[in-house]
């Protein structure tokens, strides 16, 4: 069974540039979650889809993060524009989708971001 | 706020020792308790998760123990070994199905 995949795996852009994040979650998962993992600390949530639909996205910096789930398969998560704090690795996940609190999920091995 | 604290926050360990790490809540709301492995470029990996109607949990090498009332939560790893140097993070997640990570633990097994 393939795992989550994504892309690119690394990027290093100048502060106040734009990035894109690509993620492609296992086949037949519903939820689909974009973790933001500063060195030195655990994975935190940016937001949560169910299908194409955002369950959570409470700590998503909304003016400069972005996220899209369309057709309720791939999702992209965009930064624009970039800032300093932003380096981190940015993880993306992906559930089943039965909405069960001990429902597993599956990491991708995220895009490191640095940002100059 | 954190929610979720985790000690230590590295650890060292002889092969065949026993490595302990240490978590703690606050949000009783909390009922699912996974732990997660992630090697150096690779994302995270579900390692053991118990929920608060049991006080332990084994798969293999890798113990739980659950104490509820004073909201801790540890992994016990028996018999360590090389393969096992990893950081592991707890976790946290309740009815809004959202986890909350701890800070994490840079675990190193010396062969």
């Known amino acids: 069974e393939a795992g989550v995949a994504q892309s690119p795996r690394y990027k290093i852009i100048e502060k106040r540039q734009s990035v894109a994040f690509w993620c492609n979650p296992i086949s037949g998962h519903a939820t689909l979650y974009w973790y933001q993992q500063i060195l030195g600390q655990g994975p935190k949530l940016l937001i949560q889809?169910?299908?194409?639909?955002?369950?959570?996205d409470s700590q998503l910096p909304k003016d400069r993060f972005s996220a899209e789930r369309l057709k309720g398969v791939d999702s992209t998560l965009k930064i624009q524009p970039a800032k300093l704090e932003d380096s981190a690795v940015y993880l993306c996940?992906?559930?089943?989708?039965?909405?069960?609190?001990?429902?597993?999920?599956?990491f991708g091995p995220g895009t490191r971001l640095l940002v100059l | 706020q954190q929610q979720v604290k985790q000690s230590p926050q590295s650890l060292i360990v002889q092969k065949g020792g026993i490595s302990i790490i240490n978590c703690a809540y606050e949000n009783t709301a909390f009922d699912y308790f996974p732990w997660y492995q992630q090697f150096p470029g690779k994302g995270p990996a579900l390692l053991i998760a118990?929920?608060?109607?049991?006080s332990e949990k084994k798969e293999g090498r890798f113990t739980i123990s659950f104490n509820k009332s004073a909201k801790q939560f540890s992994l016990h790893i028996m018999d360590s070994q090389p393969g096992d140097s990893a950081t592991y993070f707890c976790a946290a997640g309740g009815s809004n199905y959202k986890l909350t990570f701890g800070k994490g633990t840079l675990l190193t097994v010396n062969p």
């Open positions: 118990i929920r608060p109607d049991v």
């Open positions: 889809f169910q299908n194409n639909g955002v369950v959570d």
């Open positions: 996940a992906s559930s089943l989708g039965l909405m069960d609190r001990g429902e597993t999920q599956y």
